[in-house]
């Protein structure tokens, strides 16, 4: 394992605290994260040290925090609203950027500024020379389903159908119309560039459709000559199990996590009667993002422009939605 990075937190209270344990397993020193007020960071610091022994600081103003504890890496797991202003800050203190997904949104403002903003961290990160990463990890299991799939079904030929059935139950009460795409839409978004990062959507195919407690879409993506036939379903829950089901060409995984024998989480991913073990996708891309800052054999699995980019498929859909009812 290489040196040990310096790793601060805009947010830990909800995801946030996953990132800062991964960053930890990952031999990186998470120094300190910054919280919304003295009690809540309180609050934070007790449940991060029963996690995995945080010993850092908090604070409740970022400016500061970045000032004082100049860390190589900040992670942006704050509300998305913010995700803009603390991308911008990070990467003006000199770090590198882990960005919570969606990359940004704001109700209050038009899809074009949120474009444009999301653009602008991506031309930030390339203006400082720091690496931006958007975790919409889904990309980071590509490898070990392709492994799943030919212990199966032998070499996966053309990619010509990709499905992604997704649940979710929000702890903080239920998403309702395109509060899931925006939310969750990221993830599938990012898993078909994952397999096939040279096509695009092709929106005159496209189709989407938003109701109170799920989302659909589906479209062709096309690139290099060929086209994928695209369906994705999305829901929000109030009770139950969530499905988390994705695959290609028919090639169906329910995917599931379980605590190794370390306490360490890991994903599952089974068809049928079998089963395929491997890292939690969020663990595959923090570590690898790590190796990156590094210099390492690492690669950023999902990039600023790659981010950019599920915004801009986020932002079509959306559109499609309010133009075909």
């Known amino acids: 394992m290489g040196r040990s990075l310096r790793v601060a937190i805009i947010g830990a209270s909800g995801i946030g605290q996953h990132h800062a344990r991964w960053y930890h397993l990952a031999g990186s020193t998470v120094v300190s994260f910054a919280g919304t007020s003295a009690e809540s960071c309180a609050r934070t610091s007790e449940r991060l040290r029963d996690?995995?022994?945080?010993?850092?600081?908090?604070?409740?103003?970022?400016?500061?925090?970045?000032?004082?504890?100049?860390?190589?890496?900040?992670?942006?797991?704050?509300?998305?609203?913010?995700?803009?202003?603390?991308?911008?800050?990070?990467?003006?203190?000199?770090?590198?950027?882990?960005?919570?997904?969606?990359?940004?949104?704001?109700?209050?403002?038009d899809l074009d500024n949120i474009l444009g903003r999301s653009r602008e961290m991506a031309d930030k990160a390339e203006a400082t020379g720091r690496l931006l990463g958007v975790s919409a990890q889904y990309p980071a299991v590509v490898p070990s389903y392709k492994a799943f799939y030919e212990q199966i079904r032998g070499p996966l030929g053309p990619v010509e159908k990709i499905s992604m059935e997704m649940e979710v139950k929000g702890r903080k009460g239920p998403k309702c119309f395109e509060e899931i795409l925006i939310d969750v839409g990221p993830h599938p978004l990012s898993l078909v560039a994952g397999f096939l990062p040279e096509g695009r959507i092709d929106f005159g195919s496209a189709r989407c459709r938003i109701e109170e407690r799920s989302n659909e879409?589906?479209?062709?993506?096309?690139?290099?000559?060929?086209?994928?036939?695209?369906?994705?379903?999305?829901?929000?829950?109030?009770?139950?199990?969530?499905?988390?089901?994705?695959?290609?060409?028919?090639?169906?995984?329910?995917?599931?996590?379980?605590?190794?024998?370390?306490?360490?989480?890991?994903?599952?991913?089974?068809h049928g009667d079998k089963e395929y073990r491997c890292n939690d996708f969020l663990h595959i891309f923090i570590e690898e993002f790590v190796k990156a800052v590094r210099g390492e054999n690492g690669k950023v699995v999902v990039s600023g422009r790659d981010g950019v980019l599920n915004q801009e498929y986020l932002v079509g859909l959306l559109r499609l939605s309010k133009e075909h009812p």
Not at 52 to 68: C, H, P, S
Not at 69 to 80: K, M
Not at 241 to 269: E, K, Q, T
Request: with cysteine; hydrophobic share 40%.
């Open 51 to 109: 996690y995995f022994g945080f010993d850092g600081r908090a604070y409740v103003d970022v400016a500061e925090m970045l000032k004082t504890e100049e860390p190589e890496i900040v992670a942006v797991t704050s509300p998305y609203r913010m995700h803009y202003e603390h991308v911008i800050q990070a990467l003006d203190a000199g770090a590198h950027v882990v960005c919570e997904k969606p990359m940004y949104w704001d109700e209050e403002r």
């Open 217 to 270: 879409a589906g479209f062709q993506y096309v690139g290099n000559g060929s086209s994928c036939k695209v369906e994705i379903i999305l829901r929000d829950l109030d009770e139950g199990s969530p499905i988390r089901r994705f695959g290609v060409n028919d090639f169906l995984v329910d995917w599931g996590g379980y605590a190794d024998d370390d306490g360490v989480y890991r994903a599952l991913l089974k």
